[in-house]
């Protein structure tokens, strides 16, 4: 899936630095469906939370699985990595490839909120699940609706035909489920 890539957000890539080894290389956990555009001369950002951030360059990287092995310029020694040791690795919008229409970046589909074509509320994208096919919105119903129908999720498909409207700036998506899913979950 994609979108609009122009703006100055940054994008969480991979969590929990790790020393890897003593010439300064570092692995984390890459969030799955996340950016898989890293290059040499790349500019990351570190840190955690609220921050501060620290803008590095990277000078190689490799992954296997979920997993990121980075190499920082100027980052040449475990010592000189230590400091980035449980940090987590972004990357700011900007930086990123624009996308084919109607495609979008799984980070920008999180918090949004979904409504049935009638426009009752269905709740908001907490994650995407990544399956071998579709990918599932996994949309948390509004807290009313969790204890009456006792549901923590609804796992919606992320196909054109059911998710009819997707509108990042309105902040919304419009899904049309085929007849009978929503009895699956008490709706």
């Given amino acids: 899936m994609a979108g609009n890539a122009g703006d ?3 994008v969480p890539i991979a969590t929990g630095l790790k020393l890897r080894g003593g010439g300064g290389r570092l692995t984390a956990r890459l969030i799955p469906g996340g950016i898989d555009q890293l290059e040499g001369g790349r500019a990351i950002y570190v840190g955690r939370g609220a921050g501060p951030w620290q803008c590095l ?4 990287h490799s992954t296997y699985g979920l997993k990121l092995v980075v190499k920082l310029v100027g980052i040449d020694s ?5 400091p980035l040791v449980g940090m987590d690795i972004s990357m700011p919008c900007k930086g990123l490839v624009d996308l084919p229409e109607g495609a979008y970046y799984i980070f920008e589909l999180v918090g949004l909120s979904v409504q049935l074509r009638d426009g009752r509320l269905l709740g908001t994208v907490r994650r995407v699940v990544e399956t071998s096919g579709t990918p599932l919105l996994a949309v948390e119903p509004p807290a009313a609706s969790r204890s009456e129908h006792r549901r923590d999720e609804i796992l919606v498909p992320a196909a054109r035909s059911i998710c009819t409207l997707i509108d990042i ?3 919304r ?4 489920p085929p ?3 929503l009895d699956l979950y008490g709706i």
């Fill in 179 to 181: 007849e009978g899913f």
């Fill in 8 to 10: 100055d957000r940054l």
């Fill in 173 to 176: 998506i419009t899904v049309d």
């Fill in 78 to 82: 475990a010592d000189q990595a230590e």
């Fill in 57 to 60: 360059q990277v000078e190689e």
């Fill in 169 to 171: 700036d309105a902040g």
